[in-house]
């Protein structure tokens, strides 16, 4: 069944938990999809994980299009959000409403997502109006690290905490149909959760949300810059990786690889006939 904004939506009416992780590619994309999960982000974090910056600020809309069309070619089944990058929303509704559109229509996602909460509602109704279903996100919202001095838990004051709800409630407001919550005490994840009516995905934001993603590298091992407190890493691909590459390396080396079966046969006369 083709998950929706829609279908996501009914999750929450129905407790069903939504289960989504990141991905950038079509193989990766492919697997996952046939594995059931339910929403498949393309994360600006692919400037970091895949790309090798120190951050997502960097990330374009042109190096968004082309792993959302990746992951589009891959998935069938999961519901397809692509990151609005830095500086794409930010300089005005048009913008926000072109940009997002570019990966709906060139990109082949069935969502947007953007970091923000009350200052970005114009472009979350503008875009939700374009008929373009908006995933919000707020707490630890990556582009705004320079802001926050650092990949910080949000909201633990009493300030922060009540400003955190009411941006909840407002981009609920403005047509978000879902909401991403990063690095955000569960207590208080478990609180906006109870007072949505749309899904809350949670990221570091405990088991109180609607659902819960993840960074795909980071959950598989792949991705050792670092690694947040609340990674649950599932099984290491990484060493296992090293471990793959290392033994090609030596049998290359040692005359081990290629065997027979790897290699095409052609008639001997046909190289006894060459000059
Ligand atoms: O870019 C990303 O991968 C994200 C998730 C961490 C939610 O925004």
Redesign the pocket.
Known sequence: MKNTAITFKDAKKNRQKLSML?AYDYSTAKLMDQSGIHGI?V???LGMVMLGYKD?LAVTMEDMLHHTRAVARGAKNSLIVA?MPFLSYHTGINEAVTNAGRLIKEGGAQAV?LEGGSSFCKEIEAITRASIPVMA?LGLTPQSIHTFGGFKVQGKTQEAAQALLNDAREVEASGAFAL?L?CVPEKLAKKISEALSIPTIG?GAGAGCDGQ?L?YQDMIGMYSDFTPKFVKQYINVGTQMKQAFASYIEEVQEGIFPQKEHTFSIEDSVIDQLY
């Open positions: 990141t982000l994360g600006d974090s997502t990151d997502k996100h991403v990063e990221i993603i960074v």
